[in-house]
């Protein structure tokens, strides 16, 4: 008995999507409408088969909402074949937006969510007033500054245009990684989880910088000289990574903020349903997956679990 919830996108996207998970149509508008629609909406008619009941710890029901693309839905529909096994039953609304999906959770209408990182969940939870917690890590996903036109950064002309990801939690890993190859000067007190273009003190070629939606990164590259990215994006373009990257992700210290997380409501990771999610999503079904997914240009990650997450939470969002 699916139902249909209206997504109005990151910025950009629209369209419906099912309790099945397919996403009805796509089409373009803005996060103001996103975040209006959400208010106006209020808590959403979720209810497709007692979906968004309260349930007790008996129930073998997990209801997640999870981004439409490979390295979240395939994972996700291994997992529920592994769960399936074991009696549980796994009920998933794939989405376009990195908007609705910790809304929904934050509002009880969803067990879980898989989409984003922890620095983006950390700034969206600042920004909402929400409080999302991360269970357990799944992988990692390394970016990079990357061209289609040129062949390193010193090759990037005056007044060069360089496509950032328009999120906070991303946009400062562009600048960084500039900053690291020496093409501009930043303030360098700044958190890469905090830089923005007002933490750039030197742009001596007079970059200027376009802020796109960070799933549309590999898409601009085309029309821009040169654009952050995530590795697999541009990989799923149809672009050679090695080729068109000018330099890539190699800071350790990126591995925590930008590891993607399964996350729920507080108190979520300590129940039945994120033990079984956390087993599922972190089995060698779902490694080998990851190894074999675009020559292992994604990280499977194991490091946080839902007995030690809650230490690195705590550290991480201080």
């Not at 975040?35 to 029901?61: H, K, M, P």
């Not at 997992?79 to 959770?105: C, F, H, M, R, S």
């Not at 005056?158 to 093409?183: P, Y």
């Not at 990215?229 to 990574?241: K, M, P």
């Amino acid at each position: 008995m699916p139902s249909t919830l209206t997504t109005f996108g990151s910025p950009g996207v629209s369209g419906s999507i099912t309790s099945s998970g397919s996403l009805a149509s796509s089409g373009l508008a803005r996060r103001s409408l996103l975040l209006s629609g959400l208010a106006a909406v209020g808590t959403f008619a979720l209810t497709s088969c007692g979906l968004a009941e309260a349930v007790g710890e008996d129930d073998r029901t997990i209801s997640m909402i999870v981004t439409e693309s490979a390295p979240f839905q395939d994972p996700t529909e291994i997992v529920k074949d592994i769960l399936a096994e074991d009696g549980w039953t796994l009920e998933t609304t794939y989405v376009t937006d990195i908007i609705q999906p910790n809304q929904v959770v934050a509002q009880g209408e969803f067990d879980a969510n898989f989409f984003q990182h922890l620095a983006y969940l950390r700034q969206f939870n600042e920004d909402n007033g929400t409080d999302v917690e991360p269970a357990f890590s799944v992988y990692y996903a390394p970016s990079g500054i990357f061209s289609l036109q040129h062949d390193s950064i010193e090759d990037l002309p005056e007044g060069a245009q360089i496509a950032l990801a328009v999120d906070t939690a991303n946009n400062g890993r562009g600048i960084k990684l500039l900053a690291d190859a020496g093409a501009i000067e930043i303030d360098d007190s700044k958190d890469v989880t905090e830089l923005s273009q007002r933490d750039i003190t030197a742009n001596p070629k007079d970059f200027e910088f376009i802020e796109v939606d960070q799933q549309s990164t590999s898409q601009t590259l085309p029309d821009v000289d040169a654009g952050f990215a995530f590795a697999r994006l541009v990989a799923e373009a149809g672009h050679d990574v090695d080729e068109t990257a000018l330099i890539l992700e190699q800071d350790d210290d990126v591995r925590i903020p930008f590891t993607c997380v399964v996350a729920g409501a507080p108190g979520f990771r300590d129940t039945e349903k994120a033990a079984a999610l956390q087993e599922a999503f972190q089995s060698a079904e779902v490694q080998h997956w990851f190894d074999e997914y675009l020559e292992g240009s994604l990280d499977f990650t194991d490091d946080f679990t839902v007995d030690s997450v809650d230490a690195v939470w705590e550290d991480f969002s201080a």
